[in-house]
């Protein structure tokens, strides 16, 4: 992973780069091995799980009436860019911020509607939080709605999760399929 971490120490602590498209985290974040849940039933952990040579992970949650959909169709989208070898690298994470109402069954309907390879994962809601705080993702049930429902406070942003289980980079949720795309060449290039 040195030269990962080189090209990532090359483009600054938390600046953009003409190289890449992506935030670079700097020092990258430590990801929680809390284990969650699979849309299977089965622990999950984004470290202990997660074996290729990169992740990338998205919380968010079903009833979102806006930027979750938008992002998961950017990483749906950005799936199309790469060849079998480049996906057999790389798995794609959707973490609910709302396991009250994404359950295992929502969840696996959920991201199959997008890609049928990514990974939905549900759990316990401190769980969620745990894995969420040590990516800095501000996970929060808000106030009830008109409607009867809720809204959920949740990040926006993708993250890389590498084989050493550190993130060390992130893009916000306006990256588009390209750029997100090229970034992630980069990174398994560099891998």
Known sequence: MVPLLALL????????????????????FEVSSTP???????????????DKDLTLVFFGYTNCPDICGQVMATLAGT??????????RLDVVFVTTDPARDDEAVT???????DPSIIGLTGDLDDIVEVGES????????????????DVTHGTRVYAVDA?????????HDVSQAQLAG????LLDQG
């Open 79 to 88: 799936l199309t860019r790469f060849d079998e070898e480049q996906k057999e």
């Open 108 to 114: 696996q309907d959920y991201v199959e509607a997008f």
């Open 9 to 28: 120490a090359a483009c600054g602590g938390g600046a953009q780069s003409a190289e890449l498209t992506g935030t670079v985290l700097d020092p990258p």
């Open 183 to 186: 970034d992630v060449l980069t």
């Open 135 to 150: 990516l800095a993702v501000g996970i929060d049930k808000g106030d009830k709605l008109p409607s009867g429902g809720y």
């Open 164 to 172: 050493d289980d550190e993130s060390p980079m992130m893009w916000d």
């Open 36 to 50: 969650l849940v699979g849309t299977d039933g089965e622990p999950f952990s984004l470290t202990d799980d997660t």
